[in-house]
């Protein structure tokens, strides 16, 4: 099964997710750039990851700072479908290596140009 899709699609998905992400929110939460338009990675990022020894696929998880903003969270996956994470991750040491993506260009506020996905 093909994970391609046509521009046209990609339009109407893009279009319709613009115009109804508000409407999903609760009252407190629309107006405040919760869900954004997208992220922009820089290629080294992606590369690094997809550089991991034995990764097969990224996977693309959401996440909330502290301002409660969603962000993609990207890692590398395995042939197995498992998370290729670092082997000394633990909940109270956060791990500053290249293993987890996160740091990313979020629309709002810094947002691409104009194209057919983003008028």
């Known amino acids: 099964m093909?994970?391609?899709?046509?521009?046209?699609?990609?339009v109407a998905m893009t279009t319709l997710y613009r115009e109804e992400k508000e409407k999903i929110l609760a009252?407190?939460?629309?107006?405040q750039n919760i869900?954004?338009?997208?992220e922009?990675?820089?290629?080294?990022?992606?590369?690094?990851?997809?550089?991991?020894?034995?990764c097969a696929a990224l996977r693309i998880y959401y996440g909330m700072d502290e301002s409660l903003k969603v962000h993609a969270?990207?890692?590398?996956?395995?042939?197995?479908?498992?998370?290729?994470?670092?082997?000394?991750?633990?909940?109270?040491?956060p791990d500053t290596g290249d293993?987890?993506?996160?740091?990313?260009?979020?629309?709002p506020d810094d947002c691409p140009p104009e194209s057919p996905l983003n008028p």
């Open 99 to 107: 293993d987890i993506a996160e740091q990313s260009r979020r629309c």
């Open 73 to 93: 969270i990207i890692v590398a996956v395995n042939e197995k479908n498992e998370d290729i994470l670092p082997k000394e991750a633990g909940l109270k040491d």
């Open 35 to 38: 869900l954004c338009i997208c």
């Open 40 to 54: 922009t990675f820089d290629k080294d990022v992606i590369e690094k990851l997809l550089a991991k020894p034995g």
């Open 27 to 31: 009252d407190a939460f629309k107006g």
């Open 2 to 10: 093909s994970q391609f899709i046509s521009l046209e699609e990609a």
